[in-house]
């Protein structure tokens, strides 16, 4: 390896080298805290020495001989046919270009000489052209803008992103601070000798081989990268720079980064485990491998023997154009289908609101590169996650750690196989599950046996709220008519006066606890049970607490279909609803009074209803 270090002042750094942005190198995203505190630094020598002899003469001499030069700190670049690249330092370069742009102002603004010299730091003339040494090609209207005039900053457009954005928003900040610092034309004079000679960079110059190194090893100190910004070096640190600018990898990488990034800040990250995970995990604990630096374990032996991305730019360049362009597409397309409610592939949204993120590695181990059975596999893999864990979740049989674990074995059997055979591995294992919870031979997915007691006491109170969410959406589709509340807002809203919470059918009362033998523990025990239970929004709920079942009666109508099937005029002129029920071969019917048997009722009908709706 070949590095060279060379000290420099910013005279000398911005001189006549035009600096490309590498692709290693992220957006500008400095804001205010690290650009203030770039400039307490540069200021902080200055001002001391500056106040000790403030009556010094503004020029070379005086300054060499009276400040002490101040290091600001290291970049590295590297040269391809005579272009020279940033890999590190990107940063602080364009920080410092900013405050060059800001001192060439304030020299028109002082009728200072130091005008010139400072214009011939920002950029050259190539042609008729000006070109800036720090080369932001995408973002070169807003260093013109910045260069030419600083009055109205809220004019400059910062459509080219987030650079841009920042860019102008740190030349304000930057603007503020000299304007405070810089009052006069002697310090200013004094000031601008002090940087352009005094601060001090040191420039590494490395060979391209050896840029994925270096460039991973620099940012595992101060505010590191995160592991996909490091993996882009690695991957396209192997591509030559004329394929690069050829077939556009690095624009190709960057697409993608923000398509996924647009859902959640650094989501391509999770992207990366979730793929993964989905094809190279046989068990929970081999996925678990990729839960820190993923960027790492891509290039260890046993991983670089299937994947093949270390010195081998061909594999990385199919990699990019395919595997890379593939799943980052699905899985945005999960993204957006877990936002809504999609009639196709309504299960997506369904296990988001379970907060089933497990999903995303489901899908991406089920679907093999361009799969003609994408479609349908989102549909089977998530109506298949949605049904396992409900019915899980019913039966008293579901423990979180092994859902996980069963999920990756699942993942494994399921992995790029044709989508007829998906459903029978989610049943196998399912089965499976329930009988080791049951210690007892199951054959049935779903057994009133084990739902029976299905009650609230073992549930979570955002799961019981999606389960009489579902419930109802299914009755309003048999009913012909629109659910009264989104199934969004069933789920999450959980306000006092808005949100939705659990009605006890049979109030604590001594009417009650009389048709339960005075036995509290048992009516309790009972009540509880998801027969006995409804969802009522806030102020129902309040309304309706302790009163005997008629007055109750009343409450619930006009409330979620479910809750109304209590009520004698449900049925009246109904035909859809009759229609409905007797299609099913569904008990519907009302009740003027609730009692034991009558709880047994409601919850078989549930169970019944259950049945069809995770059939």
Same mark, same amino acid.
């Given at each position: 390896m070949d590095i060279s270090p060379d000290k420099q002042n910013i005279d000398r750094v911005f001189s006549n080298t035009v600096f490309h942005i590498d692709f290693y190198q992220r957006d500008y995203k400095w804001n205010d805290e690290p650009v203030r505190r770039l400039l307490n630094d540069i200021f902080y020598k200055f001002d001391e020495k500056y106040a000790e002899q403030p009556d010094l003469d503004a020029c070379k001499e005086t300054i060499a001989a009276h400040y002490p030069w101040y290091y600001l700190n290291t970049y590295v670049t590297n040269t391809i046919d005579g272009c020279v690249y940033v890999v590190d330092g990107q940063q602080?370069?364009?920080t410092l270009t900013l405050l060059l742009i800001k001192l060439r102002h304030l020299a028109n603004k002082y009728s200072s000489k130091a005008e010139g010299w400072l214009s011939q730091k920002i950029a050259g003339h190539s042609g008729l052209e000006l070109e800036f040494w720090m080369n932001h090609v995408r973002h070169i209207n807003v260093l013109k803008a910045l260069y030419e005039d600083d009055t109205d900053l809220k004019?400059?457009? $910062?459509?080219?992103?987030?650079?841009?954005? &920042?860019?102008?928003?740190n030349y304000q900040i930057i603007s503020e601070y000299l304007d405070q610092k810089l009052k006069d034309k002697h310090i200013y004079e004094t000031f601008v000798f002090y940087y352009l000679l005094r601060l001090v960079l040191i420039n590494l110059s490395v060979e391209q081989t050896d840029v994925p190194m270096v460039f991973e090893v620099i940012n595992d100190r101060g505010v590191r990268l995160k592991p996909y910004e490091i993996l882009k070096g690695k991957l396209l640190g192997q591509i030559d720079k004329i394929e690069m600018d050829k077939d556009d990898y690095n624009g190709l990488w960057e697409k993608q980064v923000g398509k996924v990034n647009f859902f959640w800040e650094d989501e391509i990250d999770s992207f /990366?485990?979730?793929?993964? #995970?989905? #094809?190279y995990s046989s068990s929970r604990k081999d996925g678990q491998?990729?839960?820190?630096?993923?960027?790492?374990?891509?290039? %260890?032996?046993?991983?670089?023997? !299937?994947l093949k991305l270390e010195h081998n730019s061909?594999?990385?360049?199919?990699?990019?154009?395919?595997?890379?362009?593939?799943?980052? &597409? =699905?899985?945005?397309?999960?993204w957006e289908l877990t936002q809504a409610q999609h009639t196709t592939y309504p299960w997506v949204f369904y296990n988001n609101l379970n907060e089933m993120d497990g999903q995303f590695m489901m899908i991406l181990s089920a679907c093999k590169l361009d799969d003609e059975e994408e479609n349908q596999k989102i549909k089977v893999v998530s109506r298949s996650i949605d049904r396992l864990f409900t019915l899980l979740q019913l039966q008293n049989s579901y423990d979180s750690n092994d859902f996980a674990v069963v999920l990756f074995q699942i993942? &494994? +059997?399921?992995?790029?196989?044709?989508v007829d055979v998906i459903s029978a591995v989610f049943d196998k294992y399912l089965i499976k599950v329930l009988s080791e919870r049951r210690a007892a031979i199951i054959d049935q997915p779903f057994n009133y046996s084990y739902f029976k007691n299905a009650s609230i006491e073992h549930l979570n109170k955002r799961f019981i709220r999606y389960f009489f969410a579902r419930i109802d959406q299914f009755i309003a589709s048999g009913m012909k008519v629109n659910m009264k509340h989104s199934m969004e807002d069933l789920v999450t809203k959980r306000g006092e006066k808005t949100g939705f919470h659990v009605e006890h059918i049979l109030s604590r009362n001594l009417e009650n606890l009389n048709l339960f033998n005075n036995d509290d523990e048992k009516f309790e025990? +009972?009540?509880?049970? !998801?027969?006995?239970? =409804?969802? !009522?929004?806030? =102020?129902?709920?309040?309304?309706?607490?302790?009163?005997?079942? %008629?007055?109750?009666?009343? $409450? @619930?109508?006009?409330? !979620? @279909?479910?809750?109304?099937?209590?009520? *004698?005029? $449900?049925? %009246?002129? %109904?035909?859809? /609803?009759?229609? /409905?029920? *007797?299609?099913?071969g569904l008990d519907f019917h009302h009740l003027k009074e609730f009692g034991p048997d009558e709880l047994e009722y409601r919850q078989k009908l549930l169970f019944d209803v259950a049945s069809h709706v995770w059939s």
């Open positions: 602080r370069l364009t004019n400059v457009d $910062t459509s080219s992103g987030i650079t841009a954005v &920042n860019m102008v928003s /990366f485990r979730y793929y993964l #995970k989905a #094809k491998r990729f839960d820190g630096d993923y960027h790492r374990e891509i290039f %260890k032996q046993d991983m670089n023997e !299937l061909a594999s990385v360049k199919k990699f990019l154009k395919d595997t890379f362009l593939y799943y980052t &597409n =699905l899985y945005c397309k999960i993942s &494994n +059997e399921i992995r790029e196989q044709p025990q +009972e009540r509880n049970r !998801l027969g006995g239970i =409804l969802l !009522l929004k806030g =102020l129902d709920n309040i309304s309706s607490n302790n009163e005997p079942y %008629k007055k109750k009666l009343k $409450t @619930y109508a006009n409330t !979620l @279909y479910w809750n109304e099937t209590l009520r *004698e005029d $449900t049925y %009246k002129s %109904k035909l859809d /609803f009759s229609a /409905f029920k *007797e299609d099913l």
